[in-house]
């Protein structure tokens, strides 16, 4: 009976083949023009040129996500090293995360001011604005925002240009010694980092609170580009991908755990292939499984505890830790404390402790088979099989014991002996805002 109920998160190789074939699909109309019906944005990043190494000086970096906010300098030496500051990673307390646009943008620029003086800095830095949601780009400083996802929700920025109104907010607050020259998505940081001396670095891939994907694009393959294609030969498309299934692409491998999240999601709808992904999602359809494996009287003898009692509340970062080794020690499993040090499964038997491995391992496997169909996706259509590194980061890729190794497998049946490297990019989100700043700043004095 429990295999029965987790056999429908099964994703077959002729299923990733399938997923995959119809991501190039949206990615081709995604680049077809402005106005398309793709759930793949495509956006044109006006990113150009990964670093050549050739960028030295000083910069700053703003980095706002979902789980984070923080106020970085970069300084990149003569010897290609690299000295980092930053603020200490903040989370955008609810309060921020629900308020007016005035009050998140002047939250930002105060943080600015106080870093700036607190490290002495006093001329002016050329600035890289790490903006972790849906963006259109109208240019490398100018992008609006389509929506606000990962649970914020700032009355007055949809539809606005966020660089417009960080720039304002730093009038408001006297901001002077800095010059924003590029907004970032955190997909494109995460490539431009490890591009720093990984020239066959093609593709950026996010897997932690959400997932995104962005890829390195010739603009003769970009139909919407707009720009000069002989002075620009290639550009960094931010794919947001974690749209794709909102036309119904998804909707043969969605199940009703899948119908029931996205019921109590804020976003209902929206993110299919993210919600079927990430960090933020998967702890809860671990809980969504769980409860009714209760409800059947398969798991902890029809007995509902308090973990499985309310929306989110059985962690993702759980899952971490229930799937560490080959299974057979349980003690991991049966000693798991939740942040108020309590047990999370207090008298779970062996049996227990078993299913619930299952369980986690059957979500967990599906989101690394679909994450690796969309890679595929993307090595395909840039034809780059034999030789192409993936520039990774996020929470869920760093923390999981087996989703990378799973990620490769899933390639490896789609593509065997392809030359795919996934590579952790280290502070993609911080340190990748600078290196778009450095790039822009050298292609500025070209």
């Known amino acids: 009976m429990v295999e029965e109920a987790l056999k429908q998160f099964e994703v077959t190789k002729d299923g990733m083949e399938k997923i995959a074939k119809r991501l190039n699909e949206s990615f081709v109309e995604g680049l077809s023009r402005e106005e398309h019906n793709s759930s793949v944005k495509m956006f044109v990043t006006y990113v150009h040129s990964l670093p050549d190494g050739s960028e030295v ?21 003569e010897d290609g090293s690299i000295d980092q500051v930053a603020t200490p990673e903040k989370l955008p307390d609810a309060k921020i ?14 943080s600015v001011i106080k870093f700036t003086a607190g490290h002495n800095i006093k001329t002016t830095l050329p600035l890289g604005f790490t903006f972790s949601f849906p963006v259109n780009q109208l240019s490398l400083t100018s992008g609006l925002l389509v929506r606000w996802t990962k649970d914020f929700d700032v009355e007055g920025v949809v539809g606005k240009d966020v660089v417009q109104l960080l720039m304002k907010a730093f009038e408001r607050k006297n901001v002077k010694n800095v010059d924003v020259v590029a907004l970032v998505n955190d997909t494109t940081g995460t490539q431009m980092a490890l591009g720093w001396g990984n020239p066959d670095c093609y593709v950026g891939l996010i897997l932690g609170t ?65 919600k079927m992904i990430s960090g933020k999602y998967l702890g809860e359809m671990v809980r969504l499984v769980c409860h009714s494996l209760i409800e059947k009287k398969l798991l902890f003898g029809g007995k509902v505890l308090p973990a499985f009692e309310q929306r989110e509340k059985f962690e993702s970062a759980y899952l971490s830790t229930i799937e560490v080794g080959d299974g057979k020690d349980l003690s991991m499993i049966k000693n798991l404390k939740d942040k108020e040090k309590q047990l999370v499964l207090p008298d779970a038997t062996d049996d227990d402790c078993k299913i619930i491995r299952k369980v986690c391992e059957a979500v967990s496997t599906r989101a690394a088979r679909l994450a690796a169909a969309g890679i595929i996706a993307l090595v395909r259509k840039i034809n780059k099989l034999e ?19 799973r990620m490769i497998a899933a390639m490896e049946e789609m593509e065997p002996k392809n030359g795919i490297t996934m590579k952790l990019s280290e502070d993609g989100s911080g340190r990748g805002a600078a290196m778009v700043a450095a790039v822009a700043h050298r292609m500025k004095k070209q």
């Open 57 to 77: 000086g000083d910069y700053l970096a703003l980095d706002l996500g979902g789980s984070n906010f923080r106020v970085l300098k970069i300084v990149i030496k």
């Open 97 to 110: 995360k629900g308020s007016k646009q005035e009050e998140l943008f002047d939250y930002i620029a105060d």
């Open 387 to 405: 030789k192409c590194t993936v520039a990774v980061d996020g929470s869920l890729y760093k923390l999981h014991p087996h989703f990378k190794d």
């Open 210 to 274: 959400g997932t995104n994907a962005c890829y390195m694009e010739q603009t003769s393959n970009i139909p919407k580009y707009t720009g000069d294609k002989s002075k620009h030969p290639q550009v960094i498309i931010n794919c947001e991908w974690g749209a794709f299934g909102e036309k119904g692409e998804l909707d043969d491998f969605r199940t009703p755990i899948d119908e029931e999240l996205d019921k109590g999601a804020k976003n209902v709808k929206e993110q299919p292939y993210e």
